[in-house]
């Protein structure tokens, strides 16, 4: 069974400060997913990262996929209080078809 | 809205009662994915359908659980005699047929079992 470990699990900054979240594996994904999740509702997709080495931009969002495909993190650039939530990081198996969750980071950005 | 929809969004059932969770995918989406997430836990992938059709079901829980996506109407998960530990909320996931499967969420169903 694939394992995805998110760091870290809590994250409290101040409003505009930077901040990475990271998720980590010993498999590898032939693809990886971002999402952010609001209480009481799904998962929001944010983005998908798929060739090695991979950077995709989304406003003050920056995404990284690690060149072997077994990593990924996420740079938040002057954290806004609207940041606020929880991001989960998924990986698509490389031989199947359902997606492996990370155990997500709370982030709280502060006023 | 042609997002993923799902129903009931809350659902109380009393121990030994079924609980049917409903699921239709976006416009033009064929796959549909079920999850489970426990209180203070993570998603977990349950099954993998394709229309009439059961792909990967190694998430499932062997007995009382069941999943369905017929030629019409919407995927159902099916929970037999509950139990309190199946209180969870309950994710449904769509994709086109694509190689890197990019899911779409749905709100979820929040189950509670007293």
């Known amino acids: 069974t694939q394992l995805l470990e998110q760091s870290p699990q809590f994250l409290s900054i101040q409003e505009g400060e930077n901040l990475t979240v990271y998720c980590n594996s010993s498999s590898v994904f032939s693809s990886l997913q971002w999402y952010r999740q609001e209480p009481g509702e799904g998962p929001v997709l944010l983005v998908t990262v798929v060739t090695g080495g991979e950077v995709k931009k989304l406003k003050r969002l920056t995404f990284q996929f690690g060149d072997a495909r077994k990593d990924s993190s996420l740079h938040i650039t002057a954290a806004q209080p609207g940041d606020t939530g929880l991001y989960l990081c998924?990986?698509?198996?490389?031989?199947?078809?359902?997606?492996?969750f990370g155990a997500g980071t709370i982030l709280r950005v502060k006023s | 809205n042609a997002g993923v929809m799902q129903n009931p969004r809350h659902l109380v059932r009393r121990r030994g009662q079924e609980a049917r969770l409903r699921c239709s995918p976006m416009?033009?989406?064929?796959?549909v994915y079920w999850y489970r997430q426990l209180p203070e836990e993570g998603l977990k992938f349950m099954v993998y359908?394709?229309?009439?059709?059961?792909?990967?079901e190694s998430g499932m829980p062997k007995e009382r659980f069941s999943a369905e996506f017929p030629k019409e109407g919407p995927s159902i998960l099916r929970i037999q005699q509950v139990v309190r530990g199946d209180s969870a909320a309950y994710f449904c996931a769509s994709s086109v047929e694509r190689d890197y499967n990019e899911q779409f969420f749905g709100p979820g169903t929040r189950l509670t079992v007293l």
């Open positions: 416009k033009g989406h064929s796959h």
């Open positions: 359908l394709q229309k009439e059709n059961i792909i990967d």
């Open positions: 998924a990986g698509a198996e490389e031989y199947g078809n359902k997606l492996v």
